[in-house]
């Protein structure tokens, strides 16, 4: 049974930084490609960062350059690596797993990703 926690919320100031980690269980981690997403309150699920079985990344704009997707296949642990926050960052965030451990092409897409965790909540003030 794949179960994926996710940690490291919290809340800070704008241009601060967190980083935010998803431990995962009941599957083979290495093989599986991962995603993290985000929902603030009112508006819709949307991904921001997925890192493929090979280690190639995906990010949405709105986060590139600023967010850092990485794992270690060692502690079967996925981590985001957020920094330049800013107040609009604010959402819970969720890291995913795709049914099988392969998208069909979209990494970023919600509907990619049948297992999700329980989601951290980050709140970055201006």
């Known amino acids: 049974q794949v179960q994926l926690v996710e940690s490291g919320g919290g809340s800070v100031q704008s241009g601060g930084s967190l980083r935010l980690s998803c431990a995962a269980s009941?599957?083979?981690?290495?093989?599986?490609?991962m995603g993290w997403f985000r929902q603030a309150p009112g508006k819709e699920r949307e991904g921001g960062a997925a890192i493929d079985s090979d280690g190639s990344t995906s990010y949405a704009d709105s986060v590139k350059g600023r967010l850092t997707i990485s794992q270690d296949n060692a502690k079967n642990t996925l981590y985001l690596q957020m920094n330049s926050l800013k107040p609009e960052d604010t959402a819970m965030y969720y890291c995913?797993?795709?049914?099988?451990?392969?998208?069909?092409?979209?990494?970023?897409?919600?509907?990619?990703?049948?297992?999700w965790g329980q989601g951290t909540q980050v709140t970055v003030s201006s």
């Open positions: 009941g599957y083979t981690y290495s093989s599986y490609c």
């Open positions: 995913a797993a795709p049914h099988g451990g392969s998208w069909e092409g979209e990494p970023l897409r919600p509907y990619e990703y049948n297992y």
